[in-house]
Nanobody, 115 residues
């Protein structure tokens, strides 16, 4: 069992930055992958950034060059650094942690970017 919690969301002006944190607790040793997703009102949830078990990262085209996913190996914590934020980035951002075939989700954190 893994519990996931996101933090770091808020209101920011266009062009600003935020860093989201994802902290996992429980059986964190078996975690394979981590993903940051977002869902805007009326839209499907989409993968924003992923970190695979091999250490490779992948990003949605809309955030490439602006967002960076990383992890703290000493802690069960992952980050999403978001720079040059745009109003289109406004969404609820959620962290998903995978253990084998299971996925564990946090409650989400709201990111609002004003123009």
């Amino acid at each position: 069992q893994v519990q996931v919690m996101e933090s770091g969301g808020g209101l920011v002006q266009a062009g600003g930055s935020l860093r989201l944190s994802c902290t996992a607790s429980g059986n964190t040793f078996a975690i394979n992958t981590i993903g940051w997703y977002r869902q805007a009102p009326g839209k499907q949830r989409e993968l924003v950034a992923g970190l695979g078990s091999d250490g490779n990262t992948n990003y949605a085209d809309s955030v490439k060059g602006r967002f960076t996913i990383s992890r703290d190996n000493a802690k069960s914590t992952w980050y999403l650094q978001m720079n040059n934020l745009k109003p289109a980035d406004t969404a609820v951002y959620s962290c998903s942690v995978s253990v084998l075939q299971l996925a564990f989700w946090g409650q989400g954190t709201q990111v609002t970017v004003s123009s």
